[in-house]
């Protein structure tokens, strides 16, 4: 099972600023990675698929960038709205697996 | 707009089974790959199984001996078998479908997920 670690585990920021969000592979999972946001009481909300594909309707500040163990989600200015749990996910290999999350709070 | 909405009881007794429907409005539950995936609270996200909707399912192995994913094309909904639970099967269940027909790679639409906790 490939396992997924995310980090940081909480990322404390201003709104207006720059979020790094950063997801490590335990082996290569091509670009078959997919970012998840979720907020409190809701479902997962798919970000970004294969890696740097913004799925529809995701504004432009959301980018995805990586390829075999190593991947990124930034966010180039946050908004009030972005601050949420974010997971990766891979789907390269059978199971599927998520990373256990970073959270992006309010600083 | 398709939209996903999760049903079945909130509350199931250790040794039973747990059984969910996914009920599906606004599309044909015809051409897609469907799937589980479920949270326990506070904790992440764990991928229960997929299927597509003429096809067979697959389950991860953690789970492979106790679970049971089908889809109704009748009736338009997916469904979701759990037996023998216990507290750790405690979790919002989710259904979830990807964006394109025929395909697996962007899992965009979601229900709203439904809370199934295991407890006598």
């Known amino acids: 099972e490939i396992v997924l670690t995310q980090s940081p585990a909480t990322l404390s920021l201003s709104p207006g600023e720059r979020a790094t969000l950063s997801c490590r592979a335990s082996?290569?999972?091509?670009?078959?990675l997919a970012w998840y946001q979720q907020k409190p009481g809701q479902a997962p909300r798919l970000l970004i698929y294969?890696?740097?594909n913004r799925a529809t309707g995701i504004p432009a500040r959301f980018s995805g960038s990586g390829s075999g163990t190593d991947f990124a989600l930034t966010i180039s200015s946050l908004e009030p709205e972005d601050f949420a749990v974010y997971y990766c996910?891979?789907?390269?290999?059978?199971?599927?697996?998520f990373g256990q999350g970073t959270e992006v709070e309010v600083k | 707009q398709v939209q996903l909405q999760e049903s079945g009881p909130g509350l199931v007794k250790p040794s039973e089974t747990l059984s969910l429907t996914c009920t599906v409005s606004?599309?044909?539950?015809?051409?897609?790959?469907w799937s589980w995936i479920r949270q326990p609270p506070g904790k992440g996200l764990e991928w229960i199984g997929y299927?597509?909707?003429?096809?067979?399912?697959t389950y991860i192995p953690s789970l492979k001996s106790r679970v049971t994913i089908s889809v109704d094309t009748s009736r338009n909904h997916l469904s979701l078998r759990l037996t023998s639970v216990t507290a750790a099967d405690t979790a919002v269940y989710y259904c979830?479908?990807?964006?394109?027909?025929?395909?697996?790679?962007?899992?965009?639409?979601w229900g709203q997920g439904i809370l199934v906790t295991v407890s006598s």
């Open positions: 299927i597509y909707y003429s096809g067979s399912p």
């Open positions: 979830a479908r990807p964006m394109a027909s025929g395909d697996y790679t962007a899992w965009s639409q």
């Open positions: 996910q891979q789907r390269s290999n059978w199971p599927w697996t």
């Open positions: 294969d890696a740097s």
């Open positions: 606004g599309g044909s539950i015809s051409t897609y790959y």
């Open positions: 082996q290569s999972v091509s670009t078959y």
